[in-house]
């Protein structure tokens, strides 16, 4: 059983829809990372949560520390938000490595 | 700044032969980590540094791979006779220690993608 679970695995949304990404995990955390990863590899941070809620443009990512759950939200998708979302994380009974998610595919159509 | 920087991007080798890759961290990082990402996953944790030392392996790394960062700065990843199964894209990742000051984001290069034949 992976540590770090997202869904869905695939998402497919129209322009200017609301997107929602889940990520459960089972262990004990640190801290938790929502991260986009563009084709070709490269990843970036987009957010680094260890409680409540925060807001970057249209990005929103959430977290329930007791639910063990946190939500990645896009507000007014647009095609450049296509991307596979990855959620990490830092795992202390990993020594806070970072585990990841596989993956959520989005691919937002015009 | 650069940011996170990985040579060579692309590498196509044939079953047996030995490959090396390249990561250069963002200079002001004293930690270094590698991940391996194969299609479908997440990245796995391979191996870390905090300057030259190498503090934790991963068991997924087998005898074949060997991690040097020798001053601290840029490091360097070799497979030994590598299978087919180790193709995969490599990801190299930097950052300030935790704790210290600094944040405690990674911040990753843009991957070696690895295919062996």
């Known amino acids: 059983k992976n540590e770090v679970e997202q869904s869905p695995q695939n998402l497919t949304a129209q322009e200017g829809e609301f997107i929602t990404i889940n990520c459960s995990y089972s262990?004990?955390?640190?801290?938790l990372h929502w991260l986009q990863q563009h084709p070709g590899g490269g990843i970036v941070s987009l957010f680094m949560l260890s409680s409540g809620k925060k807001k970057h443009g249209r990005l929103i990512a959430t977290i329930n520390i007791q639910e063990k759950h946190s939500s990645l939200h896009i507000t007014a998708s647009h095609p450049r938000d296509s991307a596979v979302y990855i959620c990490a994380v830092r795992a202390m009974e990993y020594g806070n490595k970072l585990v990841f998610g596989a993956g959520t595919i989005l691919r937002v159509k015009s | 700044d650069t940011g996170v920087s990985q040579d060579p991007r692309h590498k196509i080798t044939k079953r047996g032969q030995n490959v090396t890759f390249r990561c250069d961290p963002i200079s002001e990082h004293n930690r270094l980590y590698w991940y391996r990402q194969t299609l479908g996953q997440g990245p796995e944790f391979l191996t870390y540094f905090q300057n030259e030392a190498q503090l934790e392996k991963s068991r997924l790394l087998s005898d074949r791979f060997s991690a040097e960062r020798p001053k601290g700065s840029f490091s360097t990843l070799e497979i030994q006779r590598t299978e087919q199964g180790d193709s995969a894209m490599y990801l190299c990742?930097?950052?300030?220690?935790?704790?210290?000051?600094?944040?405690?984001?990674?911040?990753f290069g843009p991957g070696t993608r690895l295919t062996v034949l």
């Open positions: 990742a930097s950052s300030l220690v935790p704790g210290t000051g600094g944040a405690d984001t990674q911040y």
């Open positions: 262990v004990g955390i640190s801290a």
